[in-house]
């Protein structure tokens, strides 16, 4: 009996599937540049799950709403942990000349 419980916990185990971290994630992080240090920025993720691999697109501002940009946005969900990289700035006010 101990064997048929402990391969059914095992089983269980292998068939979990990962956790979904797909939806919206809001925060919030500070700039290192000496000229902006004191201003907060907003930040949000919209994220898409397929397997482990991730997609979706950032929003980021200025508190002040001087500034803002959507980026194109691609990452890994690892065990604990997810890498995500803005791959293309999709749209920036005030635009980069």
């Given at each position: 009996?101990?064997?048929v419980l402990s391969i059914v916990l095992l089983l269980n185990a292998v068939a979990s599937?990962?956790?979904n971290i797909a939806?919206?994630?809001r925060g919030?992080?500070?700039s290192s540049n000496i000229l902006q240090q004191d201003l907060p920025y907003k930040f949000e993720l919209l994220l898409f799950q397929n397997g482990d691999s991730i997609s979706g697109y950032s929003y980021s501002t200025i508190s002040t709403g001087d500034f803002y940009a959507?980026?194109?946005v691609k990452g890994m969900l690892f065990e604990?942990?997810?890498v995500?990289?803005?791959k293309k700035t999709l749209y920036q006010n005030p635009a980069e000349p």
């Open positions: 009996m101990k064997w599937p990962a956790q939806g919206l994630w919030r992080f500070t959507v980026c194109e604990g942990y997810m995500v990289t803005e």
